[in-house]
């Protein structure tokens, strides 16, 4: 597989990708420009990090220690690799396992901010995937579930801990369920717009852990006509 080095958008960032197959999308710099830590003491951990597309950014903004999990080892790999080209070996650590085993790494309620950009779509014997098992297993839920995903977020979350995630607006509902029965309370909800006359296909979420009731929809974001995503939010 041919890995080629681009620009990390305009965050003055390199990051390595394969040439024909997985590549950072604009979800994630807008998940990783998303989060707000309180302070540099806080411990971030990004699930499904992918090539470290958001634990880049983050570390572009922060100075916190950060954290990544990325189950394909092919991937795994870039990520490894675009760290180390931006100097961020310090700074950023990356686990190549399934992020199920997440406990043997991580201490229960050790983390103070979790991130998350997983794979979007439900696996049934009836889905039609992609052929190449690098993108099945980015796009559609075949090693981890959401329901998979936050029950760990809230076993690994501090009390008040935080956690970031971006997914698909059609599964928000679900999505509010599953939140609310681990007792992550969702705090701020950014709808995103590809286009200006189409409904938003995704939806960014900060959810907190034993928070106290209370939301806010934020202004919606239109991805196609921003110039930057630098302090958006």
Excluded at 84 to 98: P, T, Y
Excluded at 170 to 182: D, Q, V
Aim: proline share 4%.
């Amino acid at each position: 597989m041919k890995t080629v080095l681009n620009d990390l958008y305009d965050y003055d960032m390199q990051i390595y990708q394969l040439e024909e197959g997985f590549k950072f999308s604009l979800d994630s710099l807008l998940l990783a420009e998303f989060v707000q830590p309180k302070n540099s003491k806080q411990i971030i951990l990004d699930l499904c990090t992918g090539n470290a597309s958001v634990p880049l950014v983050l570390s572009s903004k922060y100075k916190n220690k950060i954290y990544g999990m990325e189950l394909q080892e092919p991937i795994y790999n870039l990520a490894v690799k675009s760290v180390k080209h931006n100097h961020k070996e310090n700074q950023i650590f990356l686990i190549n396992d399934n992020i199920s085993n997440s406990l043997n790494y991580f201490s229960k309620e050790e983390i103070d901010i979790i991130t998350c950009n997983p794979p979007y779509f439900k696996y049934e014997d009836t889905s039609i995937i992609n052929a190449s098992s690098l993108k099945a297993i980015a796009r559609h839920e075949v090693k981890i579930t959401l329901k998979d995903i936050i029950e760990l977020v809230s076993g690994l979350l501090k009390n008040n801990g935080e956690f970031y995630l971006v997914h698909r607006s059609s599964r928000l509902e679900e999505i509010i369920k599953i939140m609310s029965s681990y007792n992550l309370h969702i705090k701020k909800l950014v709808p995103i717009y590809t286009t200006s006359n189409k409904e938003a296909p995704l939806i960014l979420i900060k959810a907190v852990k034993n928070g106290k009731p209370g939301l806010k929809l934020l202004p919606a974001v239109y991805s196609s006509t921003l110039s930057t995503f630098k302090n958006l939010f």
